[in-house]
C-alpha cells in the first residue's frame, strides 16, 4: 500500500491521505462513452471500415509527474536511513491523478501525427486526409481503432507500440466486456458472458425465466415492506444491471425505476430486481445487431408518458437514435 509523506516545514513526517490541493490539483480523466463506441461500430459496419483492438500495458507507470510527491519505503527494500523517504519521478498505480497524467501523455503523443480530438467526445481522435480517415477511441488503457486508410491504420498501430507497450489484440472481439460477432454485413453486440457472470453472483442460473422485465401494474412507491438490512448488496447488483443497459435497451426503463430508490430499499424492490434477472436468463444473448445499410443518415424518436410517477406525478421521457439505420443511443429518465 502507498502511503504519502507530508514533510511540509514545521509540520514534521506524518502519513496522510491525498488531500485534494495539496497532494494532486486535478484527477478527471475523460474516457469514451459508449454512445462513441457503438456509433463507431454503427459507421465501420456501414462503410465496410476494419475494427481492431489495442491494450496498452501498464498505462499507470512511468508516466510524468508533475506533483511532488513523497512515499514511505516499500516492503523488502532497505535504505542506509529508516527515516528517508521516497521521492517519486513518475506516477506509480495508487495515486488518484494516475488517469489523468496517463490521457495527458496519450494525448500529446497521438496528437503529434495529426490526430485531433473530437469536440462531442474528448477521448475520440481523428486523422482526416484528402482521402481517408483513421478514428481512434481509447478507454482508459483499451483503444478501438478503425478507419478507410488501411495502411495509416498499420502506421498508427506501429507508432504507437514504439512509445507505448501496446499489445495488438487483432480484429475486435471482446471489447469492454462487450462480444461483438462479425458476420459478413453485420456485427451483433452483446454482453452474454457478463449477464452469465451475474446470473452466477446472484444465484439466479436455475430460477424460472419470465417474458417481461417487471410485473405490469406494479407499485414500488407505496409498499409497506421491510427495509432490506443490506443497502449496499441492492445497490451493487443495480450497478452492474446499469452496465448491462450499454447493450439491452430493452431494460433501460425499469433499471431507471429501480435506481431511483437506491437511498431506502425494501424487499419489494429486491423482488423487482430478482424479476429483472429471470427475464435476462430467458435473453441472455440478446444484443444489437448492427446491419450494412449503405448511408450514415441520423434519425431520432421521443416519447413521454405524462404524469407516469405515482409518486410525484412527474413525466417520463425516453429518445432513441439512429445512425446509418442502427440504434446507438437511447435513455428513459424522470
Same mark, same amino acid.
Given at each position: 500500500?502507498v502511503?504519502? &509523506?507530508?514533510?511540509r516545514?514545521?509540520?514534521?513526517p506524518r502519513?496522510?491521505?491525498?488531500?485534494? !490541493?495539496?497532494?494532486? =490539483?486535478?484527477? =478527471?480523466?475523460? =474516457?469514451?462513452?459508449?454512445?462513441?463506441?457503438? &456509433?463507431?461500430?454503427?459507421?465501420?459496419?456501414?462503410?465496410?471500415?476494419?475494427?481492431?483492438?489495442?491494450?496498452v500495458?501498464?498505462?499507470?507507470?512511468?508516466?510524468?509527474?508533475?506533483?511532488?510527491?513523497?512515499?514511505?519505503?516499500?516492503?523488502?527494500?532497505?535504505?542506509?536511513?529508516?527515516?528517508?523517504?521516497?521521492h517519486?519521478?513518475?506516477?506509480?498505480?495508487?495515486?488518484?491523478?494516475?488517469?489523468?497524467?496517463?490521457f495527458?501523455?496519450f494525448?500529446?503523443?497521438?496528437?503529434?501525427?495529426?490526430f485531433?480530438?473530437c469536440h462531442?467526445?474528448?477521448?475520440?481522435?481523428?486523422?482526416?486526409?484528402?482521402?481517408?480517415?483513421?478514428?481512434?477511441?481509447?478507454?482508459?488503457?483499451?483503444?478501438?481503432?478503425t478507419?478507410s486508410?488501411?495502411?495509416?491504420?498499420?502506421?498508427?498501430?506501429?507508432?504507437?507500440?514504439?512509445?507505448?507497450m501496446?499489445?495488438?489484440?487483432?480484429? +475486435?472481439?471482446?471489447?469492454?466486456? &462487450?462480444?461483438?460477432?462479425?458476420?459478413k454485413?453485420?456485427?451483433?453486440?452483446?454482453?452474454?458472458?457478463?449477464?452469465?457472470?451475474?446470473?452466477?453472483?446472484t444465484? +439466479?442460473?436455475?430460477?424460472?425465466?419470465?417474458?417481461?422485465?417487471?410485473?405490469a401494474?406494479?407499485?414500488?412507491?407505496f409498499?409497506?415492506?421491510?427495509?432490506?438490512?443490506?443497502?449496499?448488496?441492492y445497490?451493487?447488483l443495480?450497478?452492474?444491471?446499469?452496465?448491462?443497459t450499454?447493450?439491452?435497451?430493452?431494460i433501460?426503463?425499469?433499471?431507471?425505476?429501480?435506481?431511483?430508490?437506491?437511498?431506502?430499499?425494501?424487499?419489494?424492490?429486491?423482488?423487482?430486481?430478482?424479476?429483472?434477472?429471470?427475464?435476462?436468463?430467458s435473453?441472455?444473448?440478446?444484443?444489437?445487431?448492427?446491419?450494412?445499410h449503405?448511408?450514415?443518415?441520423?434519425s431520432?424518436?421521443?416519447?413521454?408518458?405524462?404524469?407516469?410517477?405515482? !409518486?410525484?406525478?412527474?413525466?417520463?421521457?425516453?429518445?432513441?437514435? =439512429?445512425?446509418?439505420?442502427?440504434?446507438?443511443?437511447?435513455?428513459?429518465?424522470?
Open positions: 500500500m502511503l504519502w &509523506i507530508d514533510i516545514p514545521g509540520l514534521g502519513v496522510i491521505l491525498k488531500t485534494y !490541493g495539496i497532494d494532486y =490539483f486535478e484527477m =478527471f480523466s475523460p =474516457f469514451a462513452s459508449m454512445n462513441s463506441i457503438r &456509433i463507431l461500430f454503427s459507421i465501420a459496419v456501414n462503410l465496410s471500415w476494419p475494427l481492431f483492438q489495442l491494450d500495458k501498464n498505462a499507470f507507470l512511468r508516466r510524468d509527474l508533475q506533483e511532488e510527491v513523497y512515499m514511505e519505503q516499500p516492503p523488502g527494500y532497505v535504505a542506509q536511513e529508516e527515516t528517508k523517504v521516497c517519486l519521478n513518475k506516477v506509480i498505480y495508487g495515486l488518484k491523478q494516475s488517469p489523468r497524467v496517463w495527458k501523455k494525448s500529446l503523443t497521438i496528437s503529434s501525427i495529426d485531433r480530438r462531442s467526445d474528448h477521448s475520440v481522435f481523428v486523422r482526416h486526409t484528402r482521402s481517408s480517415i483513421v478514428v481512434l477511441a481509447v478507454y482508459v488503457d483499451d483503444i478501438l481503432l478507419g486508410d488501411s495502411a495509416g491504420i498499420v502506421k498508427t498501430k506501429m507508432y504507437l507500440k514504439r512509445h507505448f501496446t499489445k495488438d489484440m487483432g480484429h +475486435s472481439k471482446y471489447f469492454l466486456r &462487450i462480444e461483438d460477432a462479425h458476420h454485413h453485420s456485427v451483433l453486440l452483446s454482453q452474454r458472458k457478463y449477464a452469465i457472470d451475474l446470473l452466477e453472483e444465484r +439466479s442460473l436455475g430460477c424460472k425465466p419470465a417474458n417481461t422485465p417487471m410485473e401494474n406494479v407499485n414500488l412507491w409498499d409497506d415492506s421491510h427495509t432490506l438490512n443490506d443497502p449496499g448488496r445497490m451493487r443495480i450497478e452492474k444491471l446499469i452496465y448491462l450499454v447493450t439491452r435497451p430493452n433501460t426503463f425499469v433499471v431507471g425505476i429501480l435506481s431511483r430508490i437506491m437511498h431506502q430499499p425494501k424487499e419489494t424492490d429486491w423482488l423487482a430486481v430478482m424479476r429483472v434477472l429471470t427475464y435476462i436468463k435473453y441472455s444473448g440478446k444484443g444489437l445487431v448492427y446491419r450494412k449503405g448511408h450514415k443518415h441520423i431520432e424518436y421521443s416519447d413521454s408518458g405524462y404524469a407516469g410517477d405515482r !409518486g410525484d406525478r412527474k413525466s417520463t421521457t425516453g429518445y432513441c437514435t =439512429f445512425i446509418g439505420g442502427n440504434l446507438v443511443t437511447w435513455k428513459s429518465k424522470k
